[in-house]
């Protein structure tokens, strides 16, 4: 997954599977930097939160460790990004994660990115993926997705995807939890508002009582996925074109990106409810 000339940038989110992958690649001597996007949820305080435990291991391992603010980006914090889009929030907050640590990888030579990705989410999102045939986000469900160089975007430059990993998609959530606690790694425990009610917190869940009935399902479930579907449909279903963003000059198969859509709907939106604000509450 990792040259040795590697610049990698880990997804960092203060959660368990983000800061123990940051531990484990850093003692493994790689080069990882850590990239904490500050999503502005405060409902529980979260975002503040969660920044705190990944300053804390930073402290610890030394490594850098850049911090985004998602508003500061997009001009409004995830929540009312989620809500404008009117997708799931974490379908929206997804996109907009995806689309921030690629920009920044990008443009800070960074040549990985790594993400915590353990093996109860990879299965819950095949799951997730295969009750509903959603035939193209199974192609791409890959534990490493290739570097894609589109050349360059106008005044933006060179434009691409960079490599992504998930190093940890052969452990369980239980396995990544015992290893940041033997480590002495604190972690946000609290979930992120958003999450209640999620369908991949369902499939996680019924995947685990398969599991107790019929242990070892789960992996058997995921990795003769990836070893023998998942190429086969990355060969017949290839990836639809990319190309420069009319907006943001980020790749996308659109004229417009989806991130640039949701940011575009945001500002619509705060700009009819901002008239009748100011109305109500000269
Ligand atoms: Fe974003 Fe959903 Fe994860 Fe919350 S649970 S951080 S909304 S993707
Ligand atoms: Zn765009």
Same mark, same amino acid.
């Given at each position: 997954m990792i040259e040795p000339s590697d610049? *990698? =940038?880990v997804a960092v989110s203060g959660g368990k599977d983000s800061l123990g992958l940051w531990f484990a690649l850093t003692q493994l001597g790689y080069e990882a930097d850590g990239l904490y996007l500050d999503l502005g949820i405060l409902s529980g305080e979260y975002s503040g939160r969660s920044k705190?435990?990944?300053m804390q291991l930073c402290e610890r391992i030394q490594p850098a460790l850049h911090i985004v603010k998602v508003a500061d980006e997009m001009g409004k914090p995830v929540? *009312? =990004?989620?809500?404008a889009s009117n997708r799931e929030p974490c379908s929206a907050c997804g996109a907009v994660k995806r689309y921030l640590f690629n920009k920044f990888a990008f443009e800070n030579g960074y040549t990985v990115i790594a993400t915590g990705h353990n093996l109860d989410d990879e299965a819950a999102t095949l799951l997730g993926n295969v009750l509903r045939w959603q035939i193209g986000y199974l192609a791409?469900?890959?534990p490493v997705?290739?570097?894609r160089v589109l050349g360059f975007g106008g005044e933006q430059g060179r434009i691409g995807l960079v490599k992504r990993i998930k190093p940890f998609v052969r452990f369980t959530e239980k396995?990544?939890?015992?290893?940041?606690i033997i480590n002495r790694i604190p972690y946000i425990e609290q979930e992120c508002p958003f999450a209640v009610g999620a369908a991949s917190l369902f499939y996680?869940?019924?995947l685990n009582k398969i599991e107790e009935r019929s242990p070892g399902t789960k992996w058997a479930f995921y990795s003769q996925f990836v070893e023998q579907v998942q190429p086969l449909l990355d060969e017949r279903f290839p990836e639809p074109e990319l190309r420069p963003?009319?907006?943001c000059g980020m790749p996308t198969t659109a004229e417009i990106c989806s991130v640039c859509r949701i940011k575009e709907r945001a500002n619509k939106l705060v700009a009819e409810i901002k008239p009748q604000c100011v109305e109500h509450n000269p």
């Open positions: 610049k *990698v =940038l705190e435990f990944a929540p *009312v =990004l989620s809500f791409r469900q890959a997705l290739p570097e396995q990544v939890a015992l290893f940041t996680k869940d019924l963003c009319a907006r």
